[in-house]
Nanobody, 123 residues
């Protein structure tokens, strides 16, 4: 089994900063893309940022220049540094990872989600 556990959410004021962390554990052979998504009340889940195994990043237009995604492959961790947050960034943030596992001599890929962490930006 594979688990993704997020931490670091909470209440932050406009203009402040917050860092989200996600650690993967379990039956992991390798980790491909890792990313952060978010879902605000009444809205669909949307991509915030992605980072490939080679470190190539991709951001939603709404967070470019304010959020930074990074990863530590040795620690199976992905981070999201949120600078200058705005009230519209308020949402539940979910970690996602494409993970390759090995079981009974076979390899398989699957996408996993964390349980989500609430981020609330107050003005």
């Amino acid at each position: 089994q594979v688990q993704l556990v997020e931490s670091g959410g909470g209440l932050v004021q406009v203009g402040g900063s917050l860092r989200l962390s996600c650690v993967a554990s379990g039956r992991i052979f390798s980790i491909n893309d890792m990313g952060w998504y978010r879902q605000a009340p009444g809205k669909q889940r949307e991509l915030v940022a992605l980072i490939s195994v080679g470190g190539i990043t991709n951001y939603a237009d709404s967070v470019k220049g304010r959020f930074t995604i990074s990863r530590d492959s040795a620690k199976k961790t992905v981070l999201l540094q949120m600078n200058d947050p705005k009230p519209e960034d308020t949402a539940v943030y979910y970690c996602n990872a494409d993970i390759r596992s090995r079981q009974w001599g076979s390899y398989y890929n699957a996408a996993y989600w964390g349980q989500g962490t609430q981020v609330t930006v107050s003005s």
